[in-house]
């Protein structure tokens, strides 16, 4: 009977690995594990751990190690199939019928396995023998120690284009070709994929030989590629493979980290150096397969790459691609070498401690995000500076969990206000914009507002206008805006340039708000003491931040509390729609005027965007509105 990979799976889901081991075992919680006292072995201490979440045990004293089938085999004396069995019925699931075309394929794999196995034991054989000499130079250069090497199973394909070909005659052509080992080419004779290189094989997660690599030694051949893989067979997708992950699963686990490095040969110096957790993509940038088998082992993987261009473009790759998988708990740390220089490099020059040292300086995902897009070009114009927050828009709209997303993005937009809008000297007077510059006059010597000595033009008057017909309606909202700002003054720089751009009609506000874009991050109530400004509506919140101000009413009273309280994110949506309003309205208004001229299909189609959008923003602010109701 052959039994699918994914009914297995399955099975092991639906089986609590410590409540099956704790029928004939005493086992104790100890956090999000459970301990016991190995019964592989015997001893005193406890050092035998079962995770649920990773359906897994493993005893750190023998090396025990299995799942739910492995441990009714091993422990309970079990044949496969009747621990199978007995596992169905204590998940309450049925075993699958016969499938002779299944257990055709299961045999044809175990066929492919043994020829791997066999070509396995060919170059291994060919390292020791005489026409392995320059694999084995090439392996003293690198100062791979004896139990390195043969714990990776290097071997040396030969020179030759039948030299496998001929050792595995026995398995034929046409599996040797099925498993990647030979080459057919129409019209010719099959003949050897790998030779004159020094040859590793590579693993799946059971610990079977499924494929090879292959690192070429002669420096004649240039136009040969440096390293050689396997190409995809019925064993081999290099797309879900991690070189050397069998054997750095359970120390990664152990010490909760796995590192990715970006070549085979980078892992087997790690482990050379006894870095032991290390694994390896095969010849393609991480992939979300990849990604997802990594966190099986650990929540945050060290990718580590080279410190030259080519690494910087596999970190882009990486963080793209792990964006729309982040998941809580679940994360990538980056590591960047230095220049030039790999991971063997880093040991050689400078040892271990120093490649532990880099490792432990790993930046988060999030960080990495942010530098690789704001270093991807010069920030010297606003278009530029845009253009970055539009990539950092992009990037976080792929993340799938809302809460990561969202989290995400104020960070970044943070970070990108920060940048894009820095904090003004406090000693100089806040200036707006020129296109907004005394638009409401100038502060005679008693500090009153006075009326600009030039008219206003056609646009700036439709624009005072505006802001009076929708005064009953803004008003308030702004209100809120700029006492929440009282609260909150770091979001003041955050929001600065679009609060540049309010025309409120009311003069203390509109002085309240200069004062506020003035003062920044650094506000304290005596700075608005000293400003002497004496608004009823925001009276009580300033009162609240221990300020007096006369005619005070009842802070209970003011509308949109959250905003008033200094919410980041409601704030945030406020001065969009403070902003955008008044913008609509006036461009509506210039549409429907241009309409009256001549009416054509493109001043129709702008008409009806303006208006959906119009639409669409009064929604918004009646939501606001309704969630002030409830509050």
């Known amino acids: 009977m052959s039994l699918s990979p994914q009914w297995l799976d399955e099975l092991r889901t639906r089986v609590t690995l410590s409540a099956l081991i704790g029928r004939t075992v005493r086992v104790q919680k100890a956090g999000r594990e459970f301990k016991a006292c190995c019964p592989f072995h015997n001893e005193k201490s406890p050092s035998f751990t079962i995770n649920d979440d990773k359906g897994f045990y493993h005893c750190f004293g023998c090396g025990a190690h299995g799942d739910a089938i492995r441990w009714m085999t091993d422990h309970q004396?079990?044949?496969?199939?009747?621990?199978v069995k007995e596992l169905a019925a204590i998940a309450?699931?049925?075993?699958?019928?016969?499938?002779?075309?299944?257990?055709?394929?299961?045999?044809?794999?175990?066929t492919l396995h043994d020829t791997m196995a066999a070509a396995q034991a060919y170059f291994r054989a060919s390292l020791t023998g005489t026409g392995g000499a320059a694999a084995r130079a090439y392996l003293a250069t690198r100062g791979f120690p004896a139990s390195v090497i043969d714990s990776f199973g290097f071997g040396f394909a030969p020179d030759s284009r039948t030299g496998l070909k001929a050792a595995l005659v026995s398995f034929g052509d046409a599996q040797l070709i099925e498993c990647g080992l030979l080459i057919a080419v129409e019209g010719r004779d099959p003949y050897d994929r790998f030779r004159g290189r020094l040859m590793l094989p590579i693993h799946d997660p059971r610990g079977r030989v499924i494929a090879f690599g292959g690192r070429i030694l002669s420096a004649e051949k240039t136009d040969a590629p440096k390293y050689l893989n396997s190409p995809d067979t019925p064993l081999f997708d290099k797309g879900r493979t991690l070189y050397n992950l069998h054997r750095a699963a359970p120390t990664a686990r152990t010490k909760n980290r796995v590192i990715v490095v970006e070549g085979y040969m980078d892992a087997v110096a790690l482990a050379a150096a006894g870095i032991t957790e290390a694994v390896a993509p095969l010849g393609t940038a991480l992939t979300e397969d990849q990604i997802e088998r990594l966190w099986q082992v650990a929540p945050c993987p060290v990718l580590c790459f080279d410190g030259d261009a080519a690494g910087q473009r596999a970190a882009r790759r990486a963080i793209v691609r792990a964006l729309p998988l982040l998941r809580p708990g679940h994360s990538l740390s980056i590591v960047t070498l230095p220049d030039k220089m790999d991971p063997d490099d880093v040991i050689r020059k400078q040892g271990p401690a120093a490649m532990e040292t880099l490792l432990g300086q790993g930046t988060s995902l999030i960080e990495a995000l942010w530098q690789t897009e704001r270093d991807a070009g010069p920030l010297e114009t606003p278009e530029a500076k845009a253009g970055l927050k539009q990539r950092l828009i992009e990037q976080t709209d792929t993340i799938q969990h809302g809460d990561i997303r969202a989290l995400y993005r104020r960070d970044l937009l943070d970070r990108f206000g920060a940048l894009a809008y820095p904090a003004r000297d406090r000693g100089?007077?806040?200036?707006?914009?020129?296109?907004?510059?005394?638009?409401?006059?100038?502060?005679?010597?008693?500090?009153?507002?006075?009326?600009?000595?030039?008219?206003?033009?056609?646009?700036?008057?439709?624009?005072?206008?505006?802001?009076?017909?929708?005064?009953?309606?803004?008003?308030?909202?702004?209100?809120?805006?700029?006492?929440?700002?009282?609260?909150?003054?770091?979001?003041?720089?955050?929001?600065?340039?679009?609060?540049?751009?309010?025309?409120?009609?009311?003069?203390?506000?509109?002085?309240?708000?200069?004062?506020?874009?003035?003062?920044?991050?650094?506000?304290?109530?005596?700075?608005?003491?000293a400003s002497g400004l004496e608004s009823a509506s925001l009276g009580p919140i300033l009162t609240k931040r221990g300020v007096k101000v006369p005619n005070s009413a009842d802070f209970g009273g003011l509308p949109y509390g959250a905003i008033a309280g200094g919410d980041a994110d409601l704030i945030a949506e406020a001065v969009e729609l403070l902003v955008e309003m008044p913008r609509v309205e006036a461009a509506m208004a210039q549409a429907t005027q241009a309409a009256e001229h001549e009416l054509s299909e493109q001043s129709f189609a702008e008409q009806q965007r303006l208006v959906q959008r119009r639409l669409a923003l009064r929604a918004r602010l009646g939501h606001m509105g309704r969630a002030r109701a409830a509050l």
């Open 77 to 83: 004396g079990l044949p496969f199939m009747d621990a």
């Open 92 to 110: 309450n699931m049925d075993v699958p019928a016969p499938d002779p075309r299944a257990a055709q394929r299961a045999e044809a794999a175990r």
């Open 428 to 529: 100089a007077p806040f200036q707006r914009q020129a296109g907004n510059a005394n638009r409401r006059g100038t502060k005679d010597a008693k500090g009153r507002w006075m009326p600009p000595e030039q008219p206003l033009g056609a646009a700036d008057t439709a624009r005072l206008q505006l802001v009076g017909q929708f005064g009953k309606v803004l008003a308030p909202l702004l209100n809120a805006v700029l006492a929440g700002l009282i609260a909150n003054p770091r979001e003041i720089s955050r929001h600065a340039e679009a609060l540049a751009h309010l025309e409120p009609g009311d003069a203390e506000m509109a002085h309240l708000l200069d004062t506020l874009l003035h003062l920044g991050e650094s506000l304290d109530a005596g700075d608005l003491q």
